[in-house]
């Protein structure tokens, strides 16, 4: 014998609430992704060996909304030189400051910034001094020799970003938080 309020007695006598049950998930499924979190896809080498072509990753698009972004963030931003595509660097230079990059390390307004996730023997071409304007950030790729970034098309705007990338989460064995 089943309790008055079995499961059972409810699939079978209460399919309206279930209806409602869907379409709550429905709506608050679409409001989370449009406003609060939202995954991506990795598509390229540019971000080697931090992020890896194939990866997936969850994009905390609320966070600039009640903060502003820091250096060493990895950030999904709108591309400057065509809005229908997204791509993922990481922010090096912060308003008003003065970046170059000289001998395979970066300056910023003249002291060498110490980049711990750069692998090993990363090899790119000098490039600024490069000063950055108010609201805008200088972002680079982790694989500086296979990433079209800032130092080819400009200082990305601050109202560009989509968010900040939080969690690596497949593949699975290289599940990771990235703050």
Known sequence: MRPAGSFAQFIKGRPGEWLELIALAVILAIVMRMFLFEPSFIPSLSMYPVLQPGDRIIVNKIIYRLSVPKRGD????????????????????????????KGNSIFINGKAYPENYLPGGVIYQDFGPVHIPKGEYLVLGDNRGDSFDSRSWGTLPENRIQGKAIILYWPVPRWRLLL
Do not use: A, H, N, S
Not at 80 to 94: F, H, S, T, V, W
């Open 74 to 101: 990895i950030v999904v931003f709108r591309f400057p030189l065509d809005e229908k595509k997204y791509y993922i660097k990481r922010i090096i230079g912060l308003p008003g400051e003065t970046i170059e990059g």
